[in-house]
């Protein structure tokens, strides 16, 4: 089956399926599909990416560089209820939560020109400059992962590395190429919105 035909098949099933929301679907999966494609190719806040899938299941490593101490970029990481205010794409960042080390939040971030819903659980370790996430709720994909920094030698830089597992809820009516891109404008997105409450931009 060529790709003309499997895409009319797919717009063709959202319609029968879904009706108005069928449209909404419809109009979301090109969106999708045309963003997707400014994320190919080396990225200059992707120093390292490895994002194989076996099913349903990304396995996701993502490694960026911040000019700026760990102690700088672990304070901001602190306070993710900032995101809405540092970055375009996240257009909630509500704390649900505050508890001791404990934080919930309520995010709506654009994610391929595509508005997500999601509420998400973090746990923060000073001593390992580690933070670990897992969805709540999510409509898309449960996420269960962390965030760790580590120091350069002349404590002036700092690695902002991810690590999770993502999991798909539902059947994605989009190509792994295109989820990939969507982890990867996530990922960009977070380091960014930390950079600019740094003040590095």
């Not at 595509?114 to 509420?119: A, C, P, V």
């Not at 590395?161 to 798909?168: E, N, S």
Request: proline share 3%.
């Amino acid at each position: 089956m060529n790709k003309k035909i499997r895409v009319f098949t797919l717009v063709a099933a959202l319609v029968a399926v879904g009706g108005v929301v069928g449209c909404d679907a419809i109009g979301g999966f090109f969106r999708a599909r045309n963003a997707a494609v400014k994320w190919e190719g080396p990225i200059d806040e992707i120093a390292f990416a490895n994002l194989p899938k076996d099913g349903k299941v990304f396995d996701i490593e993502m490694h960026s560089r911040i000019d700026a101490p760990a102690d700088k970029v672990w304070e901001a990481m602190k306070h993710p209820e900032k995101l809405s205010q540092n970055s375009e794409q996240y257009k909630k960042s509500e704390l649900l939560k505050d508890e001791g080390n404990v934080k919930e939040l309520e995010l709506h971030v654009m994610v391929l020109d595509n508005l997500q819903t999601l509420t998400v659980r973090m746990e923060f370790d000073d001593v390992t400059k580690t933070v670990k996430i897992k969805t709540l709720t999510s409509s898309m994909a449960d996420i269960d992962g962390s965030y760790h920094l580590e120091a350069s030698p002349d404590g002036q830089k700092t690695a902002y590395i991810y690590k999770a597992k993502q999991t798909d809820k539902i059947m994605m009516p989009i190509s792994e190429d295109v989820q990939r891109s969507a982890v990867k404008e996530s990922f960009v997105n977070q380091v960014r919105a930390i950079k600019k409450q740094l003040g590095l931009g």
